[in-house]
């Protein structure tokens, strides 16, 4: 190219700085717009163009302080651009703040929730309708779950079946399933005199969980990763053992969710709500006729908390505390108590949590390592007190030291999450049962090798 004269480079300098001037004052506009896009933003993510922003501010900032100087060389910040300042507070922070209650997030989990319902589809595999199977009585559901006191601590199970069956989530095409339900039942196998032992349950649970991969093409497309199954006995801990896939890969659904169970794989495994057989949902006990501190009953068996709970507190005036049962109807210290304490046993699996919930009194957590059935959704902190197993000499004075105005606002907390923790025949609401579904959801996204 030809080289210009002297005249023509300085106009075409003058242009340049002109042309840098304006871009820069289009950057300025332009990051003002994506900043207010930014803001006004209703969706939670907004990813490009929060990105954009940074971008141009940061250009912005690095035409600034390089005075319009073009010959200076680029600074190595620019490579690495600041993140951008934090939005404005919104007048009602404050308001939002407290409006949150008992969940992390109420709208974004309202409205994933919908999402859910629209487009959750399960596929459960149909030994579940087989009546004349030898081991019908381990894959079809329950008769009658919700007036059988005797299914105790295992109702879950048995009701986490009968709502799927009742449910619109539930799909005959598995093409169209997100999730594949493998309808045993640990309690079941429990009570079979064929099977009944913790060593044949997993042998059983592998064998059949083979016999459906070999029979099905919906297991190998996933390694199993979109199966799960439900576990609501202890005695299931080592189900998952006997099978690569079924452990490693499916999704268990168990009351027994401790970080410290072997098969319990966390963020992948998913805890259970663990309730009590009920029907209906009681009138609540108001906080002011609550005149007793706290309330716990059960048995000590094998587990050095409760023993210690029983050696430290068993006397204190203030204390309802149990080895056993207690010298009035076992409901009744939930009623009238303020405080119900959930004490680590053999396992960390009882049904007090959910019954404590289900009375109005604010759970005591002693129980470490517990993964409570929905933190991800629910802020447990705001509902319930966790205490480190070590500092249950201190539980006293913790529990005195929680302000009046805050024992009412858990309480107040405490009353929105109890229709968490109820089943329903045919699942409505944000019942357990949904809830528990909502947790599959978060889950979604495993990729397939073609069917
Ligand atoms: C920036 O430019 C102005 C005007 O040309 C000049 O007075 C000033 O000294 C320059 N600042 C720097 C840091 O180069
Ligand atoms: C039910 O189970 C029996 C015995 O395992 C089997 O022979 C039969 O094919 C099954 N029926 C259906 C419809 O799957
Ligand atoms: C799935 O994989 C297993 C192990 O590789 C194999 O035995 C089985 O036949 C496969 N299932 C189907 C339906 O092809
Ligand atoms: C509690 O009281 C009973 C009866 O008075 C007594 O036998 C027991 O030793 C006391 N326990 C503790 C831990 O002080």
Sequence with gaps: MKRPPKLQQKRLLEMLVLAVLLSSSCIALFGFYTHRAFLSSTSPLAPRSTAFYQIQNDHLHHYNRQNLSLNAPQPAATLFPKPPPPPPPQTNAVDSVLETGPYHNWELFAADFQEMMQHLKIFVYPDIFNKSSPFANIFLPHENPLDNPKLGNYFSEHMFKVSLLHSPLLTATPEKALFFFLPFSINNLRNDPRVHSEAKISQFVAQYTSSISSSFRFWNASGGADHFYVCCHSVGREAPSKHHGLRNNAIQLTCCSSY???????????????????????????????????????????????????????????????????????????????????????????????????????????????DLPFSNVLDWSKFSVVINQRDIASLKTKLLSIKREVYLRMYHDLCKVRRHFFWHTTPRGYDSFYMTAYQLWLRRGTLRLSF
């Design 260 to 370: 410290f169970q072997r098969f319990y794989l966390s963020h992948k495994d998913v805890g259970l709500p663990q309730v009590w057989p009920r029907t209906d949902q009681t009138a609540l006990n108001p906080p002011h006729a609550r005149h007793r501190l706290v309330y716990f009953a059960g048995r000590v068996q094998n587990s050095q908390v409760r023993q210690q709970l029983i050696n430290l507190w068993g006397n204190d005036t203030e204390f309802d505390i149990f080895n056993g049962s207690p010298t009035f109807p076992y409901e009744e210290g939930f009623k009238r108590s303020k405080f119900c304490l959930h004490v680590k046993g053999y396992e960390v699996n009882t049904a007090r949590v959910s019954d404590a919930i289900h009375y109005g009194c604010i759970p005591v957590i002693i129980s470490n390592y517990y």
